[in-house]
């Protein structure tokens, strides 16, 4: 319900402004002063309820469930998955406005939408998508230098979080508070360095890429395209059924509340005010370790060995016996389960609707649809997962491979790329809202023994 009236809204607000031309810098700042006005009273009349209990087994299981955090820009539902401002994925790729002949929506849209909680119009997405063409021109030659400085062994996610540091030279908020600007104008100096750096990312990580996996072949930059076209094709992909799939796949991976690590990371950094470069590379840091942004890969690779042992079409009590084995080895079944969904994930269901309808007779499709099948039942009978169903990085490795995007490294640099959009947006409400310094409490297991021992 509360999603229902939030879109209702959202649509009220978009009629009146269908003719809009304004800019996204324009648009969130005539926003902003509402949402203060807004979040203040919510503070005033609800400042002093309880969210809830703290349990001792939630303080050690990494506060797993802990509601303690404000995040604007999407919610996450055990049962209906991912909201993108109020919107579902149905509902985003269905709105969101999309590329000429395109059916997927463009990620500038998305952009968009989470920076005001607007549908954009057409015109507004290209008008962003021409200004982040104009922002990219701003990357300075010592950045460029140090990617072509890194060993071609280095992981990509560490070229890309150390490009990102070096970027931190152009950070406009940077040079505006050592000058002493107010701090009630500390936003749009991170408006700006953000949507510096979601212009930026493509141009870094496509040197990334190529320096590491095209002998440094770099390809050609083209501000025709979309921001989604043009990284590919700097990469060196021109099929636009590619370009339709990564369109897809940065929309839906830009945002996943605030709890996640990448997210989490990201804002934590920034409740310090460093500035939006410092912070997204807190957030890079965080996406590259296998229990977050690296599954994709150990997904894809846990899948191929399973197609290398038993075949491209294996039967059912094979691929259990996969499953079980890998269980009992100590190790997870990677790309099933999820924190907080206890449903197959929407973000899984959107790629094997593309994959469905794009590549449903690619062996590597068949067999994760297999799974799908067999995993759960697995699982369930394992009895140690709350939620047997597949996750959003179940899939999108499969896609990447079908599209000959075969370097399972740089998987999670694309996560990272999108995961940049959402986790700069919520920097940068959060620098409007005027949220503070984050600084937990801390207990000793010591202080826990006597405190509930007395």
Same mark, same amino acid.
């Given at each position: 319900?509360?999603?229902?009236?939030?879109?209702?809204?959202?649509?009220?607000?978009?009629?009146?402004?269908?003719?809009?031309?304004?800019?996204?810098?324009?648009?969130?700042?005539?926003?902003? $002063?509402?949402? !203060?006005?807004?979040?203040?009273?919510?503070?005033?009349?609800?400042?002093?309820?309880?969210?809830?209990?703290?349990?001792?087994? !939630?303080?050690? !299981?990494?506060?797993? @469930?802990?509601?303690?955090?404000?995040?604007?820009?999407?919610?996450?539902?055990?049962?209906?998955?991912?909201?993108?401002?109020?919107?579902?994925?149905?509902?985003?790729?269905?709105?969101?406005?999309?590329?000429?002949?395109?059916?997927?929506?463009?990620?500038?849209?998305? &952009?968009?939408?989470?920076?005001? @909680?607007?549908? $954009?119009?057409?015109?507004?997405?290209?008008?962003?998508?021409?200004?982040?063409?104009?922002?990219?021109?701003?990357?300075?030659?010592?950045?460029?230098?140090?990617?072509?400085?890194?060993?071609?062994?280095?992981?990509?996610?560490?070229?890309?979080?150390?490009?990102?540091?070096?970027?931190?030279?152009?950070?406009?908020?940077?040079?505006?508070?050592?000058?002493?600007?107010?701090?009630?104008?500390?936003?749009?100096?991170?408006?700006?360095?953000?949507?510096?750096?979601?212009?930026?990312?493509?141009?870094?990580?496509?040197?990334?890429?190529?320096?590491?996996?095209?002998?440094?072949?770099?390809?050609?930059?083209?501000?025709?395209?979309?921001?989604?076209?043009?990284?590919? !094709?700097?990469?060196?992909?021109?099929?636009?059924?590619?370009?339709?799939?990564?369109?897809?796949?940065?929309?839906?991976?830009?945002?996943?509340?605030?709890?996640?690590?990448?997210?989490?990371? &990201?804002?934590?950094? @920034?409740?310090?005010?460093?500035?939006?470069?410092?912070?997204?590379?807190?957030?890079?840091?965080?996406?590259?370790?296998?229990?977050?942004?690296?599954?994709?890969?150990?997904?894809?690779?846990?899948?191929?060995?399973?197609?290398?042992?038993?075949?491209?079409?294996?039967?059912?009590?094979?691929?259990?016996?996969?499953?079980?084995?890998?269980?009992?080895?100590?190790?997870?079944?990677?790309?099933?389960?999820?924190?907080?969904?206890?449903?197959?994930?929407?973000?899984?269901?959107?790629?094997?609707?593309?994959?469905?309808?794009?590549?449903?007779?690619?062996?590597?499709?068949?067999?994760?649809?297999?799974?799908?099948?067999?995993?759960?039942?697995?699982?369930?009978?394992?009895?140690?997962?709350?939620?047997?169903?597949?996750?959003?990085?179940?899939?999108?490795?499969?896609?990447?491979?079908?599209?000959?995007?075969?370097?399972?490294?740089?998987?999670?640099?694309?996560?990272?790329?999108?995961? @940049?959009?959402?986790?700069?947006?919520?920097?940068?409400?959060?620098?409007?809202?005027?949220?503070?310094?984050?600084?937990?409490?801390?207990?000793?297991?010591?202080?826990?023994?006597?405190?509930?021992?007395?």
């Amino acid at each position: 319900m509360i999603g229902r009236t939030f879109n209702f809204n959202l649509g009220r607000r978009l009629s009146a402004r269908c003719f809009s031309t304004k800019t996204l810098t324009q648009r969130v700042t005539e926003i902003v $002063p509402q949402e !203060q006005a807004r979040v203040k009273d919510i503070v005033k009349r609800h400042g002093g309820k309880k969210l809830g209990e703290v349990t001792v087994l !939630q303080a050690f !299981q990494g506060m797993r @469930g802990v509601k303690s955090m404000i995040c604007e820009t999407s919610l996450l539902d055990e049962n209906e998955g991912i909201r993108f401002r109020g919107w579902s994925i149905p509902e985003c790729q269905e709105k969101l406005p999309k590329a000429d002949g395109g059916e997927e929506p463009l990620p500038e849209g998305m &952009t968009w939408l989470l920076f005001t @909680g607007e549908v $954009p119009t057409a015109e507004e997405t290209a008008g962003l998508t021409q200004e982040l063409h104009a922002r990219a021109k701003g990357i300075p030659e010592h950045v460029n230098t140090l990617i072509d400085s890194f060993p071609k062994g280095m992981h990509p996610m560490t070229q890309f979080s150390s490009a990102v540091l070096a970027l931190q030279t152009e950070s406009k908020f940077a040079k505006a508070y050592q000058s002493g600007v107010h701090k009630t104008t500390y936003w749009q100096y991170y408006l700006d360095d953000s949507l510096d750096l979601i212009a930026r990312i493509p141009v870094v990580c496509a040197r990334i890429f190529n320096n590491t996996y095209r002998d440094g072949v770099q390809g050609t930059y083209d501000d025709s395209l979309d921001w989604s076209a043009n990284f590919c !094709q700097m990469i060196g992909f021109n099929d636009p059924a590619f370009y339709e799939l990564m369109r897809l796949y940065f929309s839906i991976h830009t945002d996943h509340e605030g709890g996640n690590v990448s997210a989490h990371a &990201t804002h934590l950094v @920034g409740s310090a005010l460093s500035d939006p470069y410092l912070s997204f590379s807190a957030g890079l840091n965080g996406l590259a370790g296998p229990l977050h942004g690296l599954a994709n890969q150990e997904v894809l690779r846990w899948t191929m060995n399973m197609k290398n042992s038993l075949g491209a079409n294996p039967n059912a009590e094979d691929v259990k016996q996969f499953c079980w084995d890998t269980l009992n080895g100590g190790n997870v079944i990677p790309g099933f389960g999820h924190a907080v969904l206890r449903k197959t994930d929407p973000r899984y269901s959107c790629q094997r609707e593309f994959a469905l309808k794009h590549l449903p007779n690619d062996d590597l499709f068949k067999l994760v649809s297999f799974l799908y099948d067999v995993v759960p039942g697995v699982l369930t009978e394992h009895g140690k997962t709350k939620n047997p169903w597949p996750n959003v990085d179940a899939h999108s490795g499969v896609l990447l491979q079908h599209y000959d995007l075969t370097q399972e490294d740089f998987y999670t640099v694309l996560f990272g790329m999108s995961r @940049g959009i959402g986790v700069l947006a919520q920097l940068v409400n959060s620098r409007y809202l005027g949220f503070s310094l984050e600084r937990p409490k801390s207990l000793t297991t010591e202080w826990i023994d006597k405190h509930f021992s007395d």
